[in-house]
Each structure stands twice: as structure tokens, then as C-alpha cells.
């Protein structure tokens, strides 16, 4: 009876058969080719100078073509012409945008001489922990003045503020005065203005570009005593509630003692990318040791707190939607606190369509949802595809979830499975002769430990072991596979290579989850009870003291990293060639992918 209705079951809704047997279209991550098309477009728009209008319309004419051919039954035809249409569109996107520019003011504001200012503050203020005691703010000028001459267009400045009678030895009391402005808050001050220079060495850092992204244009240097606020208040009030978050939890870390100076600097950046009071030293060992991703926001961070935040909806019994509902929610809000970044926007994304997918049965691919998430950051911003933070986020999920994860669900995740309801015998009926076989051997094995251990403790330790080998071999394929791909992006942008990038993931990572979500789940209860916020305090304390300890070791070997000159398109051909290889080979032949 139970086939008959299955049967009949399918019939009726045929939808859950195909969804079964789509497993092969799933594999085919559409939306990634969707993206590597459009990407293509928005760097074809660099080559080849045409009009927005021009690329308009041939991507008009392509997806009609691609219309046409579906109707006329020709699928490899309207395939082609829709992949030709993505490229099109990205081209328009990218002539059509407008790129990142601020207003810039005259040459004569920029001699060097000192100007008067009238601006509001557009970013909070932060204390910065190197090059002396000084505050940093940007604003958004309403008024610039020098020798008579008033320009009156808005400029987005960032200034840093000295003071030279603070108490070095407690900054955080701000004992000298320096300026205690927030978001919307409206000043004069005195200042000299400087545009923003790179470095002129080959493959330097482009802070012009950066800053130019932020809607800055010009830098200024101003002493305390030469600030003055003014009433009334400049901006939104949007932007006024993200500044009153944001500067309460920054206050909760530092100021309510959770951890020490230190340690709280620390967290800052990882939780909320307050980097401000960071040590150029720490700095230097999370770059040396190749996991600088641990310290700045990222998709990790949004990743570890959703799983977190998911697996607690779920043991406090929440339906599945309601708990995909709460996850998707929280990570858009500690989104938006953390500051809407790539990497956060990319995870954010990812996180919002896997969670779907799951609510509606369907088969989630990993690659697919990260195809999804890079067209999306490209729609609406078609010159991220040319920063370095783009490509390297994306280089980094295209590794996992295109090659490391295929190989781990080959290899181990079969093991995986085999290792649940290990002391069913009928659960090996469904399982391949080689699984059932390892199942049959782990029982012999817990029989022969039972009399000394009793039968659930034996069944325990003989599936704790296998599986502890298996998170090992993932966590080493997955750093392994990610750290190779990221050898050529890393020495052309920063001419570094980590070569103990492997072990020190290995080695941090399995804790920075505990660290990361000890750390929030700290600060959140420092609302509510400060007794229990010092418990997960400790918790993600001594989390980051193990972490440091690994890293500090690491970063005094000899060959912790090498400074490597610009690769060549020799080089970075066979680089491409090697990851594209990979990608295709891990879909046919695992061999042949590594």
C-alpha cells in the first residue's frame, strides 16, 4: 500500500517528483552562469567604448531573440541568446551607472592655508589608536570660506582631530576635550584641506578610489580647541537611529568591562567593524598568518550568527518558517549596524535564498546562491567587479562552493550519513556495500568496547571518533582548496603570500564561532544582566586568547610570509586556467579537480 500511494502520491504533484530528479539542473548553478555573463558584460563595457543607448538596445534585440527561440523549441539557441543578453545588460549597467564621485573644491581651498568649515557629521567619530591621540569624523561641508571666497556645494571631508592635552594614559576618558559629536551634529571649524594621494608604488593600495567610494573627496587635519558646534541638527532619522545602536553597543564594549582594552578593541572589529583602537602589531600577525578575514565584519560573521540564530529558533520549537523568518531578519539587522559592506551584503543575500529554497523543497546549491548573491551586488553597483574586496570574496566562495564542497560531499559526506542511527541494522539496507560494511565494522568494534564502557557510551565513542576525523579532513580541504585560490589575487593586490595560512585556519577557525557569537550574545545581555554577560564574556575571552596564542606563535616563524613581486599574465593565466579546470573537473572527475 505504501507504494501504491507514493505512486499516486507523484502523480498528483508532480512538481515533488521532478524536484527530486533535478538534481543534475540544480548542479548546473544557473544563477552562477548568470553572473559570470553579466560580469562579463560590466568588464566588456571597459573595452569596448559604446553609448548606454547602444548597449540598451542590443540587449533588447538578444533577449528577443532569446524569446523567439524558446517558443520556436530551439532551448541551446535561446540559451545563447540569453547568455549574450546578460552580457549586454551588464555592459549597459556598468556605461549606464554613474561611477562613485564626490564634489571636489576648487584649487584654491587646497593651497594649504587654513579655511573656515561649516559642515555636519555624516559618520560618527572614532578614536583612533595609532599615530597619537586623535578623533576622526567625516562630514559633509554646508560652507567652505578662505580669503573672502565661499563655496557652498557639498564636499565630503574627513577630518582628524589632535589634541595635545589628553591624558595618555587613559584615552578613553576623553580628558582633553576632544569633540564629543555624533550623527547630524552641525560645527565650525578651522582647518586645512588636502586631497586624498596614493602611494606611488606599483600595485599600491588605491585609497583615492576607496575614499572616493565613501563619498570623500578631500582630507583636513584640525586641533581640538578650533571646533565649535553650532545648533540644530543635519540628516535623517534613519541615519540618527543606526548612530544611537551603533554607538551604544560600541560604548557596552568598552566601557562596561566586559573585557579588557585590549580584548575589547578586538571585538569591536569583529562584531561591528570598529577597527578604530586596533594595534598596528595585531594588525600585522592576523595579515601574516593569512586570516585577516577574522578580523574586519564579514559573511563569516553573518554565517556563524545565523546558524547560531537558526539552530536556537529551532530548539525552542519555532516552525521552520518562522525560524528562517527570525534568522533572515536579525542577520538584515546586524547587517545594517555592522555597516553594509560586500562581503555582508553578498552573505545576507546567500542566506536569504538558501532559507527560502529550504521553505520550498527545493535542492540548495551552494554555488548557485552565490551566483545569486554577486549579481545582485553587480546590479546595483557594476564597478564593485573591479575592487579587490569583490573579487577576492567572491574567488573565495567560487573555491568552497564550487569545488572544495562537491569534493567533501564525495567523499566525506557519504561517511557522514553512514555514521547516523548507527544501531540500526535496517538503516544499512538503503546505504552502498562499502557504507553498510563501515557501519558493521564500527559495531564490531563498539561489541568488543561495551562490556567496559556499557553499549550507548561504546556506540557514542566509536561514532565521536570517525566523525571528528571527518569535520578534520573538511576543515583541510576547504582552507586547502581556498588558500590556493587565493594566491594570485593576494600577491597582486598585497604582494604577500601566507604560507602558514593553512595551519593557522585550521588551528582558529573551529573556535571562531564560540568567539564571535560569545561576543554578541555578551553585549547583548549587558542590557539586561550584567552577571550573565561576564559569563559569555569569559567564554569568548578565553575563545580569542587561544586564537592569539596560535596566531603569535605562528607569526614568528621564519617563512610565515614571503613579500612577492606582481605576478605576470603568464602567471595569472595559468592561475585562472587551474581554478576554471577545477570547476569543471570536480563536476566529472574528482581526480582530475585535484
Same mark, same amino acid.
Given at each position: ?81 540569453? $547568455? ?12 549606464? *551607472? ?51 571666497? *565661499? ?18 594614559? /587613559? ?88 573585557? *579588557? ?158 555514521? =547516523? ?12 556495500? =562499502? ?41 583541510? *580541504? ?38 564571535? /557569537? ?24 578565553? $575563545? ?30 595559468? $592561475?585562472?586556467?587551474?581554478v576554471l579546470l577545477a570547476l569543471i573537473g570536480v563536476r566529472h572527475q574528482r581526480r582530475l579537480a585535484l
Amino acid at each position: 500500500m505504501k507504494f501504491v500511494f507514493a505512486s499516486q502520491h507523484t502523480t498528483r504533484y508532480p512538481f515533488r517528483r521532478i524536484d527530486n530528479l533535478s538534481t543534475r539542473a540544480q548542479a548546473r548553478a544557473p544563477l552562477a552562469v548568470a553572473a559570470v555573463a553579466f560580469a562579463a558584460g560590466v568588464w566588456l563595457a571597459n573595452v569596448l567604448l559604446r553609448s548606454p543607448g547602444q548597449w540598451g538596445w542590443a540587449t533588447a534585440l538578444l533577449a528577443l531573440c532569446a524569446i523567439a527561440a524558446v517558443f520556436g523549441g530551439s532551448l541551446r539557441t535561446a540559451q545563447t541568446a540569453a $547568455a549574450l543578453a546578460l552580457i549586454g545588460a551588464g555592459a549597459f549597467a556598468r556605461t549606464a *551607472t554613474p561611477a562613485p564621485s564626490g564634489t571636489v573644491p576648487p584649487a584654491v581651498f587646497l593651497n594649504g592655508e587654513a579655511v573656515e568649515i561649516t559642515a555636519h557629521v555624516v559618520s560618527d567619530g572614532a578614536l583612533l589608536a595609532t599615530g597619537g591621540l586623535r578623533n576622526r569624523f567625516d562630514l559633509m561641508t554646508e560652507s567652505i570660506q578662505y580669503a573672502g571666497d *565661499t563655496f557652498t556645494q557639498p564636499v565630503g571631508i574627513r577630518v582628524t582631530v589632535y589634541s595635545r592635552d589628553m591624558d595618555e594614559d /587613559n584615552p578613553d576618558t576623553l580628558s582633553a576635550g576632544l569633540p564629543h559629536l555624533s550623527y547630524g551634529d552641525r560645527l565650525h571649524l578651522t582647518a586645512k584641506l588636502r586631497s586624498p594621494r596614493n602611494f606611488r608604488n606599483p600595485g599600491a593600495f588605491d585609497y583615492e578610489g576607496y575614499m572616493r567610494g565613501l563619498g570623500i573627496t578631500v582630507q583636513a587635519s584640525a586641533r581640538a580647541e578650533d571646533i565649535a558646534t553650532l545648533p540644530g541638527f543635519m540628516g535623517t532619522r534613519a541615519g540618527l537611529w543606526h548612530s544611537r545602536i551603533r554607538q551604544s553597543i560600541i560604548q557596552h564594549i568598552h566601557g562596561s568591562g566586559l573585557w *579588557t582594552r585590549d580584548d575589547a578593541a578586538l571585538f569591536a572589529a569583529m562584531i561591528i567593524g570598529d577597527d578604530s583602537r586596533l594595534l598596528r602589531d595585531v594588525r600585522e600577525e592576523f595579515q601574516k598568518t593569512g586570516v585577516y578575514h577574522l578580523l574586519v565584519v564579514s559573511g563569516m560573521n553573518v554565517a556563524l550568527l545565523a546558524v547560531a540564530i537558526f539552530w536556537a529558533a529551532r530548539r525552542l520549537r519555532l516552525p521552520e518558517w518562522a525560524a528562517a523568518l527570525v534568522t533572515i531578519t536579525l542577520s538584515c539587522l546586524y547587517a545594517c549596524v555592522a555597516g553594509l559592506g560586500v562581503p555582508i551584503v553578498r552573505a545576507v543575500l546567500m542566506l536569504s535564498l538558501f532559507l527560502f529554497a529550504r521553505l520550498l523543497y527545493r535542492d540548495r546549491s551552494a554555488l548557485n546562491a552565490t551566483g545569486f548573491a554577486a549579481l545582485m551586488v553587480l546590479v546595483f553597483s557594476p564597478s564593485a567587479l573591479f575592487e579587490a574586496g569583490f573579487q577576492l570574496t567572491f574567488l573565495a566562495l567560487v573555491a568552497i562552493t564550487g569545488i572544495a564542497l562537491p569534493i567533501v560531499q564525495q567523499t566525506a559526506s557519504p561517511y557522514r550519513h553512514a555514521l =547516523k542511527h548507527l544501531d540500526s541494522t535496517g538503516y544499512d539496507l538503503g546505504l552502498p556495500p =562499502k557504507l553498510a560494511q563501515f557501519r558493521l565494522d564500527l559495531r564490531l568494534i563498539a561489541g568488543r568496547i561495551a562490556p567496559y564502557l556499557g553499549t550507548r557510551a561504546s556506540s557514542r565513542m566509536v561514532a565521536f571518533a570517525p566523525g571528528i576525523m571527518l569535520s578534520l579532513y573538511e576543515l583541510v *580541504t576547504v582552507s586547502a582548496i581556498t588558500q590556493a585560490a587565493l594566491v594570485l589575487p593576494m600577491r597582486a593586490y598585497f604582494h604577500r603570500a601566507a604560507i602558514i595560512g593553512l595551519p593557522a585556519n585550521i588551528l582558529v577557525l573551529p573556535l571562531a564561532g564560540t568567539m564571535l /557569537n560569545s561576543g554578541i550574545v555578551a553585549i547583548a545581555l549587558s542590557y539586561v544582566s550584567m552577571p550573565l554577560a561576564r559569563v559569555a564574556a569569559w567564554v569568548g575571552a578565553g $575563545a580569542l586568547h587561544w586564537i592569539l596564542h596560535c596566531l603569535n606563535t605562528l607569526a614568528h616563524l621564519p617563512v610565515a610570509q614571503w613579500r612577492v613581486p606582481d605576478p605576470g599574465l603568464a602567471l595569472g593565466l595559468i $592561475a585562472a586556467s587551474g581554478v576554471l579546470l577545477a570547476l569543471i573537473g570536480v563536476r566529472h572527475q574528482r581526480r582530475l579537480a585535484l
